[in-house]
């Protein structure tokens, strides 16, 4: 292990708790202030933002305003606007006293103290800044880490935050699994992490060696179902749009489809139509980059397993790191795509004809980050989110809720643990005090 980067690091966090020990974050005026200077900073960055996106994720310009910087300015300022509300002690109900004594309770909020933001790839503005302003709404300090794998993008991280916070107070450390082992080991009061489940449970790990309270924002492999009575000329709509933004490397895109057997042939081919529309027949380079080369390979791995049963798409650019939007049918769980999350732009269908069945197999399985109904029966719909789990869900449509500050957004098992946005953010990063006064 490096000494100097370990001393580097150490020193680093040091600096946060001795900022965290002023009590300058404990107010509320303190807080709005460095977030507003953040406000400005962050949007004087747009175009470094979008340029770096398109470099690291073939974001276009549309994409990247719409579902990484609008997102982190409309939670902000939401927050912004109801801090000075959620932050004052809520009075509740006492019990009698023993004594008969007249008693006084209430539930006050404290910030956690110095916390440590684990950033993705795959979103990396909003899903790193959302929870950072959630830490310093709250009255934290905070370390980030941004993800090595948008190297352009968490550049330019770096130099929001140089720009819009003293280095004590907010800071990012760049780099990658040697830096994060570094930080996992030290004594943080809250973990924030975002990414997948292998690497949540080295996080989950390293912070019960220390009791540190986390919360883990993972993925898996997120179904759809599309009942006989669906619009599907919106259930094509809807799921193209999840399916396809980010090249397919979103946590809740819908991983896979269970459809009707009526209905199924109709819908592939809509579909197919509606891509042809969109993308001219050709998606390749139109629905941004994959990540790496070596997830390419993995992606392409799938393909190569069954390649009889890829019936749209299946084209991709090593080189270019693009990869076309596609489509496999007659999958069942046996095939080599229904072992994990997919994280790409292939999307899988099955039939279903018995709906009792269909949800049995959802539900001998890992619990998913989010749930999709397509159905025009609201009975329907209440029924298979009555016999299933997700973090989330939503009917008729996808992906939408992520960008909701009114809903908490979050996993559940192997999907993750904790939720956060708009209140719930400040719900995540602030430990409930309860407080009980004999007068």
């Known amino acids: 292990m490096d000494t100097n980067l370990e001393q580097k690091i150490k020193g680093i966090f040091q600096q946060r708790k001795t900022f965290f020990k002023t009590n300058q974050t404990k107010d509320i005026e303190f807080r709005k202030a460095k977030l507003k200077k953040f406000r400005e900073v962050f949007l004087q960055h747009t175009d470094a933002l979008c340029e770096a996106l398109d470099i690291d994720l073939g974001k276009s310009r549309k994409e990247a305003e719409y579902v990484e910087?609008?997102?982190?300015?409309?939670?902000l300022d939401y927050l912004l606007e109801n801090i000075d509300e959620w932050a004052k002690p809520t009075p509740v109900p006492s019990k009698p006293h023993p004594?008969?004594?007249e008693v006084e309770s209430k539930v006050t909020y404290q910030p956690y103290g110095v916390?440590?933001?684990?950033?993705?790839?795959?979103y990396p503005v909003q899903l790193t800044f959302s929870p950072l302003i959630g830490a310093l709404i709250s009255g934290n300090t905070a370390i980030i880490k941004p993800s090595e794998n948008t190297p352009h993008v968490a550049q330019v991280l770096e130099d929001i935050v140089k720009k819009s916070f003293e280095e004590s107070y907010v800071s990012v450390i760049q780099g990658a699994i040697?830096?994060?082992?570094?930080?996992?080991?030290?004594?943080?009061?809250?973990?924030?992490f975002t990414g997948s489940p292998n690497v949540g449970k080295i996080v989950m790990k390293a912070a019960a060696e220390q009791l540190i309270p986390v919360t883990l924002?993972?993925?898996?492999k997120s179904p759809?179902?599309?009942?006989?009575?669906?619009?599907?000329d919106k259930a094509v709509t809807k799921i193209s749009y999840g399916k396809w933004i980010n090249c397919g490397q979103t946590c809740v895109a819908p991983d896979y489809i269970y459809i009707h057997e009526s209905i199924k042939e109709a819908f592939i081919e809509k579909f197919k139509a509606h891509l042809n529309t969109v993308y001219e027949g050709n998606s390749l380079g139109k629905i941004g980059k994959i990540v790496s080369q070596n997830q390419i390979k993995h992606l392409a791995g799938y393909l190569d397993a069954a390649p009889e049963k890829v019936i749209y798409g299946g084209h991709y650019d090593l080189e270019t790191r693009h990869f076309e939007a596609t489509l496999m049918d007659n999958i069942t769980w046996d095939d080599q795509i229904m072992q994990q999350e997919i994280f790409g732009p292939i999307l899988p269908v099955m039939t279903y004809d018995d709906i009792e069945e269909t949800l049995e197999e959802i539900n001998i399985r890992p619990k998913p980050l989010a749930l999709y109904v397509f159905t025009e029966d609201q009975k329907f719909a209440d029924y298979v989110l009555s016999?299933?789990?997700s973090g989330d869900a939503e009917i008729n449509s996808a992906i939408i809720h992520v960008g909701s500050h009114y809903l908490p957004f979050g996993g559940i098992g192997t999907s993750g643990m904790g939720k956060y946005h708009g209140k719930y953010s400040f719900e995540c990063f602030s430990h409930s005090r309860s407080v009980l006064q004999v007068k």
């Open 99 to 101: 004594s008969g004594a």
């Open 178 to 192: 040697e830096e994060n082992t570094l930080l996992l080991s030290l004594p943080f009061d809250y973990i924030f």
């Open 387 to 389: 016999h299933t789990t």
């Open 115 to 122: 916390t440590y933001i684990i950033g993705p790839f795959n």
């Open 224 to 232: 759809t179902v599309i009942h006989k009575d669906a619009d599907l």
């Open 69 to 75: 910087i609008q997102i982190v300015i409309s939670e």
């Open 217 to 220: 924002e993972l993925g898996g």
